[in-house]
């Protein structure tokens, strides 16, 4: 274990006044566990437990001599031994019905490796169904229809550009976590866990790409004055489904967002949940940029 970081541990006896209480311990130079009690203000030094993982310091930790003790919101993360990484699919899928217990059980078995390739996956299918999609709908938009080799460099600048967008969100986002909440600041779990909810961000694109595309596939957008009343009715059906579902399923992601920011760095939903915002914020800026500099070379109007 390394001198400076912490642990977290169910049972901390003040051996001068008796209070047992749970929190973390600061792991010293020859590697016993020490703390700080906040009743007498004692020194607390325990020999190590096995089978702890050893955690970042909460931002609070070093901030007060009695200040050591920060509760943790996610108790039962820090008191198990780090399984063998591997890509837990099972875990993903449990994410959207027990995100708590899902992000818990991917952060003990998974690690950047294999969240990197889901992601990567995920926003290859992303960017192909999208650059699909978005070639038949040219007619309907108004825009030149694109050849294959237009319809591939989209794609690929589509995925570039969702693998650039992941990692600045997941980054600010734990930046934010630190700063603002006094969170771990953890940017490899934050990363980690946003990736495995990555997926599901997808889901949620999809499924709205396709509610445009049943809905508006055969009227023509930029001919809006020559609509009959029944289409003008269907539009207005349509773009309210797609307006609540966008909203639905962006309350949805930021819960999930906000879960996986919380897990990863030991704050409430609430807190992960502003801090997702901050940095989907700062993603946007950035896949704007990273989109106009891409295309510019390329030569796609679109």
Not at 160 to 180: G, P
Not at 209 to 235: V, Y
């Amino acid at each position: 274990m390394a001198a400076g970081s912490v642990v977290y541990s169910r049972s901390i006896r003040c051996t001068s006044c008796g209070l047992l209480a749970s929190g973390y311990l600061r792991v010293a130079d020859d590697g016993n566990w020490v703390s700080t009690c906040p009743r007498c203000g004692a020194a607390i030094v325990q020999p190590p437990e096995p089978g702890r993982v050893v955690q970042m310091p909460p931002q609070p930790y070093h901030a007060h001599s009695t200040g050591d003790r920060r509760k943790s919101v996610y108790t039962g993360l820090y008191n198990e031994p780090k399984h063998a990484p591997k890509l837990d699919l099972r875990a993903m899928l449990r994410i959207p019905f027990r995100p708590t217990r899902a992000l818990t059980d991917l952060y003990l078995s998974t690690d950047l490796r294999w969240t990197m390739v889901l992601v990567a996956v995920s926003a290859i299918v992303y960017s192909v169904v999208s650059a699909f999609v978005t070639s038949e709908m040219y007619d309907v938009i108004g825009a030149e229809y694109l050849d294959a080799f237009e319809a591939v460099l989209l794609a690929l600048l589509g995925l570039i550009v969702a693998l650039v967008s992941f990692l600045i969100f997941a980054l600010v986002s734990s930046i934010v976590a630190a700063e603002l909440f006094g969170g771990r600041g953890d940017r490899g779990s934050t990363v980690i866990l946003t990736g495995y909810c990555f997926p599901w961000f997808v889901s949620v694109s999809l499924v709205i790409l396709a509610i445009f595309s049943l809905g508006f596939s055969d009227l023509e957008l930029n001919q809006m004055d020559h609509w009959s009343d029944a289409e003008m009715t269907q539009a207005i059906v349509w773009g309210a489904g797609l307006l609540i579902a966008a909203v639905m399923g962006l309350i949805w992601l930021l819960f999930l967002a906000g879960k996986a920011i919380g897990v990863a760095n030991d704050l409430s939903t609430g807190e992960g949940a502003m801090s997702a915002v901050i940095g989907a914020i700062c993603a946007g800026l950035v896949s704007v940029v990273v989109g106009a500099v891409l295309r510019l070379p390329i030569g796609l109007s679109f």
